[in-house]
């Protein structure tokens, strides 16, 4: 214990608070802290870390410190305190661990998904938690239904929560589930297994109708991409063939690709959506989405999640149904057109050049004033050149934007000619005849330079700036260009071969780019597929200006044959005091020793993912820099070396740091090695998920979708 003398700082004394400040301090503190340290601080903190109001509520989730013995400590000091229990993502954790769940008699809502666990170890967890009441758990391979106790069963029916993640196909516990209200479903099933055999789809006999929906207010489904876990969702949802549950709310299916209609259930489904109304969440397969039915279905609701992503429907039909002619829809909170190549013009004929039909969009913004989350990429958005009614100046009027999403081409005033050529342009090609034969002159290509551009900038008043000045708070923006796609696959072989950016995107380079350093409030940034970029400078005037930036996704910026921004790069982390999760894409980077210098500035970096089809690495550098940053647990690297010095810098780093790092995950392989897609299917999902699978995460989700 310390005396109180020791916590005065600066003629203030932390223990004179009074216990409703200190309290709103602690709520912030793992809980696992507030028992191993802060408890230990005085008397005083020792009785507060005790409160029910910080014990009641254990989030443990991404805490990638905590060790096992700590969590069991903690159980054992708070087991007949907690009420709600989140261990999402703990993978680390072992059985014995997540066995002593089992003594929190009290726990109404327990989180496991990530965690180790099997059939019987999930029927003693239950058997022991009567009040339960939320429950989130993963079904892997061998979980057998037939091994739940009858008091678990006796647990699960009395459920109304459940987040279920499918590794094998299976109904899970959702047969035993009799009074379920929210029912998310996560399909992660491959079609071969490490054998190579087919995975089969056929479920358990005689379990094809068991599902219990009649409570149903919230059903989400996404699967990844593959055959099996298509075709295991559609059993999931061949139950709404008998009956569409009445009281029915939120109904989100997510899918990567093509979903064929599942005959009665999709017919039924529309029917039964149209009838109830009061819908507040809606996301169809795009083969589900005609105008009629939106009419349908949205003629009684009023949405605050709307998700048409890859619709093909155009939008003078998609958005004036969504609107049903004129209205108001004040509660639409997200909204997600990505993919919609159509959704801002009048004719589902529109090429991708065309501009688009601004009224449409001026439409949309007039009737959704509250929508905070906005997803428009995937798509070539072009405005009318010279125009007033520009895609950004509508959106700046958005003043409730706190999450965008846009194609890179939709940031531009338009292609210009020759003589107004911005300062981004790249180097003429020299004439390849006289190639080599006489001394080149220097074309003197004027790159972005802040400090001599400042005022220019301030003149040339630029439709991306308007959006950004009107839209002072956002926190998470993505500029992702229409062509783009990663290179990191999820099943298949890695993409050898970018595809062209848009003509209208090379005129989004380093002047642009600095202007979102106006977005003092950001702490999500995404930029891919940006030819434009020359030397980096605005990634620079970004890191100095938004100090609370947390999340940066980098990929294809300027040339890919070589990196020109990396001085930049190098400069720009080392203002990144905040940063905890790092990805970077390029088809050439040299992770060397500077770069992983500038790198162990980023103190409170956690999660690094670099994918650089031709990248080299030096081990040294990253071994050094792993010693340095002690709260790095994810480091991915698929690059361009050898597969032996790829396997040795792994077996290096998790030898000399898995043991203070229990949570550590580290993967060193080629990205064109054909054995990649089974690599990655080890990954936790935490991870693939959040940072290694490149994707649009504006309006992905409903909010508060889940606890």
């Known amino acids: 214990m310390c005396s109180d003398d020791s916590l005065e700082i600066n003629g203030i004394n932390i223990a004179e608070f009074s216990d409703e400040i200190l309290l709103n301090i602690l709520k912030y503190v793992p809980g696992h802290d507030l028992v191993h340290c802060v408890r230990r601080v005085c008397k005083k903190f020792d009785s507060l870390c005790l409160d029910k109001s910080l014990t009641s509520n254990v989030q443990l989730s991404r805490e990638y410190q905590v060790s096992d013995n700590k969590v069991k400590e903690m159980i054992k000091e708070l087991a007949g305190e907690i009420q709600t229990l989140s261990l999402s993502g703990c993978y680390w954790l072992s059985g014995s661990t997540i066995d002593q769940l089992s003594k929190c008699k009290c726990l109404v809502k327990l989180d496991l998904s990530g965690c180790r666990l099997t059939s019987l170890r999930l029927s003693k967890i239950l058997s022991s938690l009567p009040s339960l009441r939320s429950l989130a758990i993963d079904i892997n391979h061998g979980f057998d239904s037939n091994q739940l106790s009858s008091e678990s069963k006796a647990t699960l029916s009395q459920v109304k929560e459940l987040k279920q993640t499918l590794y094998t196909p299976s109904y899970g516990v959702v047969p035993c589930c009799t009074n379920l209200e929210r029912l998310l479903l996560y399909f992660e099933i491959h079609d071969f297994t490490r054998e190579g055999t087919t995975v089969s789809c056929q479920l358990m006999v005689g379990q094809s109708s068991v599902p219990h929906y009649q409570n149903l207010h919230v059903f989400y489904a996404r699967h990844a991409p593959g055959y099996v876990n298509q075709t295991v969702m559609s059993l999931y949802l061949a139950v709404f063939s008998v009956r569409v549950p009445e009281h029915l709310r939120a109904f989100v299916i997510s899918i990567p690709g093509n979903f064929p209609e599942s005959g009665p ?20 397969p795009k083969t589900w989405v005609d105008s009629s039915s939106l009419m349908h279905i949205l003629k009684l609701s009023t949405p605050s999640y709307l998700n048409f992503s890859r619709c093909t429907v155009s939008g003078s039909h998609l958005i004036h149904r969504v609107l049903n002619e004129g209205k108001y829809l004040k509660c639409l909170i997200s909204l997600n057109l990505s993919g919609c190549v159509h959704s801002l013009s009048t004719e589902s004929s529109r090429k991708a050049e065309d501009d688009i039909d601004c009224q449409v969009l ?16 995937a798509a070539h958005h072009h405005s009318p050149a010279a125009s007033e009614k520009h895609l950004c100046t509508v959106l700046a009027k958005l003043k409730s934007l706190r999450s965008l999403s846009l194609p890179v081409c939709a940031a531009s005033n338009g292609v210009k000619s020759s003589e107004q050529s911005p300062s981004n342009h790249a180097l003429p090609v020299p004439n390849s005849f006289t ?57 298949e072989p890695a993409i050898r071969k970018e595809l062209t950016p848009c003509a209208r995107a090379r005129s989004i380079g380093d002047e642009e780019v600095a202007r979102i350093g106006r977005l003092r409030f950001l702490k999500s940034l995404t930029l891919a597929q940006l030819p434009g970029i020359l030397n980096g400078a605005g990634l620079v005037q970004v890191a100095t200006r938004c100090q609370d930036i947390q999340v940066l996704s980098l990929a294809n910026l300027g040339m890919l044959q070589k990196v020109t921004y990396m001085p930049a790069l190098i400069e720009t982390l080392t203002h990144c005091k905040q940063l905890k999760d790092l990805r970077l894409e390029q088809p050439y980077i040299s992770a060397n020793m500077q770069f992983f210098q500038a790198l162990s500035q980023c103190r409170s970096l956690r999660r690094l993912c670099i994918i650089s089809r031709n990248g080299t690495f030096q081990p040294d550098a990253v071994m050094s820099f792993m010693g340095t940053c002690c709260d790095v647990i994810m480091c991915h690297m698929f690059m361009g070396e050898t597969l032996v010095a790829c396997k040795n810098l792994q077996q290096a780093l998790l030898q000399s740091f898995l043991t203070e790092r229990p949570a550590l995950n580290v993967v060193v392989y080629p990205l064109l090695h054909e054995a990649l897609a089974h690599i990655i299917r080890d990954v936790p999902l935490v991870h693939l998920d959040e940072i290694t699978l490149f994707k649009s995460r504006v309006a992905e989700d409903p909010p508060n979708l889940w606890w």
């Open 435 to 491: 190639l080599g034969l006489k001394k080149s002159v220097r074309v003197g290509i004027q790159t972005y330079n802040p400090k001599t551009s400042s005022e220019q900038r301030d003149s040339d008043h630029s439709s991306f700036q308007a959006l950004v000045e009107g839209n002072p708070f956002l926190e998470e923006l993505e500029l992702i260009g229409s062509n783009f796609s990663s290179a990191m696959p999820r099943n």
């Open 265 to 284: 259930a999709a017919k039924n489904l529309l029917e039964g959506m149209a009838k109830n109304g009061a819908l507040e969440a809606l996301q169809l």
């Open 362 to 377: 001026e439409t949309l913004a007039r009737a959704c004033p509250n929508v905070k989350h906005l997803n428009l990429s």
